[in-house]
């Protein structure tokens, strides 16, 4: 990777960044505190910014870069351009339906990525996010459509955890973890639970076209099923008895994967309820900070290094905004079910100043990497 490429994708991550801390902005006026409304389209764009315009931009430029090291083509790049500009939209204030269409040519884009990767190099890793941004361009579609929000939300939640089990078997960290001895039988059948958990959550957003409750209920089941075999089979269970970065991203991985498997079993009890309100927000949050953002935090050293050019060098620190994150969704979380507006508040309040943390705290890992090296030199 030369100086120059990283250079080029600096306003996809720019826009990116951008539309983070919009989205970041606008969720803490939703839930209450008095902010200026810098742009008030924010307020109602709070998901899509940081589903699509952030983590959608991102995932695309990753997996853009990946194709165009080995297809020689910067045709790839037009994903994360389209999620880009789709964001950018949003943040001015420009017709939805423009940003809107954006981010569905987007994530058609994103499809296309991946059917050329599995024509490379098919395995179930590749065919795992492939299917997941299926997902988001379904989700993406019915947004389009008009129809409302939290009818596209589980789509946009399934493309994100989808993207992430399927990283996961990519960096070869999910692996059956059986004995030594365990034979072909039980090794294929712990492939096939979690391919089964796969479609328990895919069948519900199915459903949910036709009922919602119930499509919302099957898919918990299949979060929940998936968050337990995370749990149970991801190497992690083995990492975290090491040292430094190693443990770190162990230590972000488990925490993660129990507020997966709690989302899970919170989409069966209150699937009625998924359309606004506490439970709403403890059902949507407790995967989108606790399970996204607890993954992004542990993989943050590995991935963003090849994204910026720059190196990531892990510090003890980095813990700081790990901690305050689940802290903060457990502090949320309960205010949510206790219906006590001010602790989700607070909590909310807390979980944007962890992000801000994290950026701070990568800023701050980047800008000392070269003395960090020398001084291990």
């Given at each position: 990777?030369?100086?120059?490429?990283?250079?080029?994708?600096?306003?996809?991550?720019?826009?990116?960044?951008?539309?983070?801390?919009?989205?970041?902005?606008?969720?803490?006026?939703?839930?209450?505190?008095?902010?200026?409304?810098?742009?008030?389209?924010?307020?109602?764009?709070?998901?899509?910014?940081?589903?699509?315009?952030?983590?959608?931009?991102?995932?695309?430029?990753?997996?853009?870069?990946?194709l165009a090291a080995v297809a020689r083509s910067?045709?790839?790049?037009?994903?994360?351009?389209?999620?880009?500009?789709?964001?950018?939209?949003?943040?001015?204030?420009?017709?939805?339906?423009?940003?809107?269409?954006?981010?569905?040519?987007?994530?058609?884009?994103?499809?296309?990525?991946?059917?050329?990767?599995?024509?490379?190099?098919?395995?179930?890793?590749?065919?795992?996010?492939?299917?997941?941004?299926?997902?988001?361009?379904?989700?993406?579609?019915?947004?389009?459509?008009?129809?409302?929000?939290?009818?596209?939300?589980?789509?946009?939640?399934?493309?994100?955890?989808?993207?992430?089990?399927?990283?996961?078997?990519?960096?070869?960290?999910?692996?059956?973890?059986?004995?030594?001895?365990a034979g072909v039988?039980?090794?294929?059948?712990?492939?096939?639970?979690?391919?089964?958990?796969?479609?328990?959550?895919?069948?519900?957003?199915?459903?949910?076209?036709?009922?919602?409750?119930?499509?919302?209920?099957?898919?918990?089941?299949?979060?929940?099923?998936?968050?337990?075999?995370l749990l149970r089979f991801d190497l992690a269970r083995r990492t975290v008895r090491q040292s430094g970065l190693t443990r770190f991203i162990a230590l972000c991985l488990l925490p993660g994967y129990a507020w997966l498997a709690f989302a899970g079993l919170a989409w069966m009890i209150w699937a009625d309820r998924f359309s606004a309100g506490p439970w709403y927000d403890a059902m949507l949050h407790a995967i989108t900070l606790g399970f996204i953002f607890s993954m992004i935090f542990g993989h943050a050293p590995l991935i963003l290094p090849a994204v910026t050019g720059r190196p990531l060098p892990y510090g003890p620190y980095f813990y700081s905004h790990v901690i305050l994150l689940h802290a903060a969704l457990l502090l949320r979380v309960i205010g949510d079910l206790a219906l006590q507006s001010n602790l989700r508040q607070w909590g909310g309040m807390l979980n944007g100043v962890a992000i801000l943390l994290f950026l701070g705290n990568s800023l701050w890992a980047v800008r000392h990497a070269p003395r960090a090296k020398a001084a291990e030199g």
């Open positions: 990777m030369t100086v120059t490429g990283a250079i080029r994708r600096l306003p996809l991550i720019a826009m990116a960044a951008l539309a983070l801390l919009a989205g970041v902005w606008a969720g803490l006026i939703r839930l209450g505190w008095t902010l200026p409304p810098i742009q008030p389209a924010w307020i109602a764009e709070h998901g899509p910014l940081m589903v699509s315009g952030f983590l959608g931009t991102l995932v695309s430029l990753e997996r853009a870069m990946a910067r045709l790839p790049y037009l994903a994360p351009l389209l999620t880009a500009l789709g964001g950018g939209v949003l943040l001015v204030g420009l017709p939805d339906v423009f940003g809107r269409g954006l981010i569905a040519l987007g994530s058609l884009a994103l499809v296309d990525i991946f059917l050329a990767i599995n024509r490379r190099q098919p395995n179930w890793a590749h065919a795992t996010m492939g299917a997941g941004a299926l997902l988001w361009l379904a989700g993406n579609l019915l947004w389009l459509m008009g129809r409302p929000i939290y009818q596209a939300v589980p789509w946009w939640l399934a493309f994100l955890v989808l993207t992430i089990a399927g990283e996961r078997l990519e960096l070869a960290r999910v692996t059956p973890h059986l004995p030594v001895g039988v039980l090794r294929r059948l712990s492939l096939v639970s979690f391919l089964a958990c796969l479609a328990l959550v895919a069948a519900g957003l199915v459903l949910s076209l036709v009922s919602m409750p119930a499509g919302i209920r099957l898919s918990g089941l299949g979060l929940f099923a998936l968050g337990a075999w």
